[in-house]
């Protein structure tokens, strides 16, 4: 069953998947944030938005604070991945080609509560899938990167995150899915990064022993072949299919003039983080 958040009688679909550049992930965050701030205004209706990012960790901001976070980040680079640090989520989480993210913009952000958003995303993810399997459940994933409540696996085996941000009065509902390549090599990167950014250090916050085993990409779950454009059209004809789409599917002036202040924060977060690992 779809959550009620769908009831809206329109969606916008922003489909930036085909967009990726030096600063594109850092502004995937504060692209959503001025969307939360234009739906939750009502100056704009329910968006969903498309994004996919390449070899990019997004780190959360725990992450950056890990005590050799130099030599983690050194890593990275060496396996050809760039590091961001978010405004939302968690935890580290591995993009690249193979990955698709999905934001929800949802409005009266404070009168909903924060678990519906959540429940919001896996319902729908549950209903574009229903053809492949009913198996996807929510829970968390103890051994994957990035662990949470809403976690999202096939026979116990992680392919997808859930996090959230709220902005005023609008609510960011982000999830990566990962669709296709090896799930647990994805986890190998993130799990070796953590190895050097942490080592044998004692920490006030608990990171995640990563076992790679327990990450895999939905086309291994599901032992057929898929692609990254084959999911974005699944979540573009699912909206379409319970809901009217607004024609339009861009950003308005006032949403890029929000996204550009909101730019300026996370290029700042992001400058501070490399000043510090140079």
């Given at each position: 069953?779809?959550?009620?958040?769908?009831?809206s009688?329109?969606?916008?679909?922003?489909?930036?998947?085909?967009?990726?550049?030096?600063?594109?992930a850092?502004?995937?965050?504060?692209?959503?944030?001025?969307?939360?701030?234009?739906?939750?205004?009502?100056?704009?209706?329910p968006?969903?938005?498309?994004?996919?990012?390449?070899?990019?960790?997004?780190?959360?901001?725990?992450?950056?604070?890990?005590?050799?976070?130099?030599?983690?980040?050194?890593?990275?680079?060496?396996?050809?991945?760039?590091?961001?640090?978010?405004?939302?989520?968690?935890?580290?989480?591995?993009?690249?080609?193979?990955?698709?993210?999905?934001?929800?913009?949802?409005?009266?952000?404070?009168?909903?509560?924060?678990?519906?958003?959540?429940?919001?995303?896996?319902?729908?993810?549950?209903?574009?899938?229903?053809?492949?399997?009913?198996?996807?459940?929510?829970?968390?994933?103890?051994?994957?990167?990035?662990?949470?409540?809403?976690?999202?696996?096939?026979?116990?085996?992680?392919?997808?995150?859930?996090?959230?941000?709220?902005?005023k009065?609008?609510?960011?509902?982000?999830?990566?899915?990962?669709?296709?390549?090896?799930?647990?090599?994805?986890?190998?990167?993130?799990?070796?990064?953590?190895?050097?950014?942490?080592?044998?250090a004692?920490?006030?916050?608990?990171?995640?022993?990563?076992?790679?085993?327990?990450?895999?990409?939905?086309?291994?779950?599901?032992?057929?072949?898929?692609?990254?454009?084959?999911?974005?059209?699944?979540?573009?004809?699912?909206?379409?299919?319970?809901?009217?789409?607004e024609?339009?599917?861009?950003?308005?002036?006032?949403?890029?003039?929000?996204?550009?202040?909101?730019?300026?924060?996370?290029?700042?977060?992001?400058?501070?983080?490399?000043?510090?690992?140079?």
């Amino acid at each position: 069953m779809l959550h009620t958040l769908f009831e809206s009688p329109e969606f916008r679909i922003i489909d930036h998947s085909k967009e990726d550049g030096p600063d594109q992930a850092m502004a995937s965050f504060a692209i959503d944030d001025a969307l939360a701030i234009s739906v939750g205004e009502e100056l704009a209706v329910p968006t969903a938005r498309l994004w996919i990012h390449d070899r990019t960790i997004m780190l959360g901001i725990p992450d950056s604070q890990l005590p050799h976070i130099e030599e983690g980040v050194a890593y990275l680079e060496e396996q050809g991945y760039k590091a961001v640090v978010r405004n939302s989520g968690g935890l580290a989480v591995l993009l690249d080609k193979g990955v698709v993210n999905l934001s929800f913009i949802f409005p009266d952000a404070k009168h909903i509560g924060i678990h519906d958003g959540y429940q919001a995303m896996v319902s729908f993810i549950q209903y574009i899938f229903l053809d492949l399997t009913k198996k996807i459940e929510a829970f968390e994933v103890e051994g994957s990167y990035c662990p949470g409540t809403y976690d999202l696996s096939i026979d116990g085996r992680k392919f997808a995150g859930i996090s959230q941000r709220r902005v005023k009065d609008g609510s960011a509902v982000q999830i990566y899915l990962c669709v296709n390549g090896s799930g647990a090599a994805r986890a190998e990167i993130v799990r070796a990064f953590y190895e050097r950014a942490k080592q044998t250090a004692e920490t006030r916050f608990t990171f995640p022993e990563v076992v790679p085993e327990t990450m895999a990409s939905l086309e291994e779950l599901l032992h057929v072949p898929i692609t990254s454009e084959q999911v974005c059209k699944r979540i573009v004809e699912g909206l379409a299919s319970i809901t009217r789409i607004e024609p339009s599917g861009k950003m308005t002036e006032q949403e890029i003039q929000w996204q550009q202040e909101r730019m300026k924060l996370m290029l700042k977060r992001n400058e501070n983080f490399q000043q510090k690992n140079r």
